[in-house]
């Protein structure tokens, strides 16, 4: 496993998106081709189905292995003018549906959605689904919260509202390792918040994990895993720590290089982490994401109807997400689009009455098609090939590229169908570059994508 893990770990997108974001070509995008992409597909799917991500990006302080956009604050004055601007986004997006929205997913991320007092998002919240139709027994709606800071407030009001999930911010346990990443809780913080939210009723639970963080050893992995194990989250998510500061800046420069565990010695990390969920009823589902047999997570993996979009791996698969909120991604799956990063601008485009993007990209046929097969590996790792397509050549060239992959074993090509086996799971990034079109032609560059392993 040593020789492969040197031998593919590379730079290499984590594919929440195809074309990935380095290769979008529309920057800027005309809100209009942006709409067109949304009303084409109404049309083409008779579905009015979809789903909101809402970014919410302060944060009391910095965590020093984030990649997100954030602003760093004390100041809630920031909650009220923020809120409002989200909401008249939305309203913007009404105007220019062609149909009524069926919301089935609605998720707080960010940043620390929990930042936020309890009322702000009840209000936020409201007021998107004021006018908007929903079933309640049909529709997930999540937030990512902080221990150090999520109330019983926050938890109950949620509940309350309809909110049935939510996702702890965990990373590591070690007390080391959280004063090298700036994110200092102690467990009975994260104790205390699971329990109180298992106690109100929430139906699903996570906890993020992350491996590979800097003065991370595999005592620490062990510690936190066991302590995780404890209080039995249904869902687990154990990332690996992207290390890309020529991105994010001095935002992951809170230690030093030498402080990363490297190649082999980072995964033996995961490998030791998946054996303690495993023995424990944990399935591995996609990519670095455990549930138990329970949870929705785990039914949808089973069923082979799990989807993968810019929120990670859910069990709705609409075909429209609309990202608002500053930074936010959307995905009519004919296009995507982001809005502006810079939380003022963003909040001036708002108040001018205009959708706030200013990047995205059109798909083509042959983009939507190797989305097709990238989306089937990240959900299934497999996919199979239609023998009357139009890409036929496109599908053996595809082949040509996966030979180093077959000859170590990691993938089974039969007939038109490409499957990753067990071992070559950990490499399901590499496999997907090799339908990747826009890496074909085109040098990597190491600034590019966080390595795949």
């Excluded at 200092?184 to 913080?189: A, D, K, R, T, Y």
């Excluded at 010695?265 to 047999?293: C, P, V, W």
């Excluded at 060239?397 to 992959?405: A, E, Q, S, V």
Aim: with cysteine; aromatic share 10%; net charge positive.
């Amino acid at each position: 496993m040593n020789n492969l893990i040197e031998k593919y770990n590379i730079p290499g997108p984590r594919y929440t998106s195809y074309p990935t974001v380095p290769f979008w070509k529309n920057n800027p995008l005309k809100i209009k081709d942006w709409i067109n992409t949304i009303s084409k597909n109404s049309k083409t799917f008779n579905s009015n189905e979809l789903s909101i991500y809402i970014h919410l990006p302060y944060c009391e302080s910095l965590c020093t292995f984030c990649g997100c956009h954030k602003r760093i604050t004390k100041n809630h004055a920031v909650e009220t003018p923020y809120i409002d601007s989200v909401i008249k986004e939305w309203e913007l997006y009404r105007k220019v549906f062609n149909f009524e929205p069926n919301i089935r997913e609605l998720h707080f991320g960010g940043g620390t959605p929990t930042f936020f007092q309890p009322n702000q998002l009840i209000r936020l919240v409201s007021s998107i689904f004021n006018k908007s139709s929903i079933n309640p027994n049909n529709t997930e709606l999540s937030f990512e919260a902080h221990p150090n800071n999520t109330t019983e407030e926050h938890l109950k009001k949620l509940n309350e509202f309809g909110f049935n999930r939510l996702s702890l911010g965990i990373q590591d346990y070690s007390p080391i390792v959280q004063k090298a990443i700036n994110r200092i809780q102690p467990f009975e913080n994260v104790k205390h918040v699971h329990n109180k939210a298992k106690a109100i009723g929430y139906k699903s639970i996570s906890h993020d994990l992350v491996f590979g963080l800097p003065k991370q050893k595999m005592e620490d992995i062990i510690e936190t895993v066991s302590k995780t194990i404890q209080l039995k989250p249904d869902r687990i998510s154990l990332y690996s720590y992207a290390h890309v500061p020529w991105i994010k800046g001095n935002g992951q420069r809170g230690f030093n290089e030498s402080d990363l565990p490297k190649d082999s010695t980072k995964r033996a990390l995961y490998e030791k982490a998946k054996q303690m969920l495993e023995s424990e009823g944990y399935i591995e589902i996609g990519m670095d994401h455990f549930a138990l047999n329970h949870d929705s997570l785990t039914k949808a993996f089973k069923a082979k109807k799990l989807h993968r979009n810019f929120m990670g791996y859910t069990t709705q698969k609409t075909n429209i997400l609309i990202g608002l909120g500053a930074s936010a991604i959307s995905d009519s799956w004919f296009g995507f689009a982001q809005n502006e990063k810079s939380i003022e601008k963003y909040m001036d485009i708002v108040k001018s009455k205009k959708i706030p993007i200013f990047r995205g990209h059109i798909l083509n046929e042959l983009d939507i098609e190797m989305r097709k097969h990238i989306l089937n590996l990240m959900c299934h790792f497999e996919t199979e090939f239609n023998s009357n397509s139009q890409f036929r050549e496109k599908h053996n060239k595809i082949i040509d590229r996966l030979n180093g992959m077959i000859k170590d074993d990691l993938v089974v090509v039969n007939e038109d169908k490409i499957t990753l086996k067990q071992k070559g799971i950990p490499f399901v990034r590499n496999c997907c570059m090799a339908f990747d079109m826009d890496l074909v032609n085109k040098k990597i560059s190491k600034n590019m994508f966080s390595k795949t392993i």
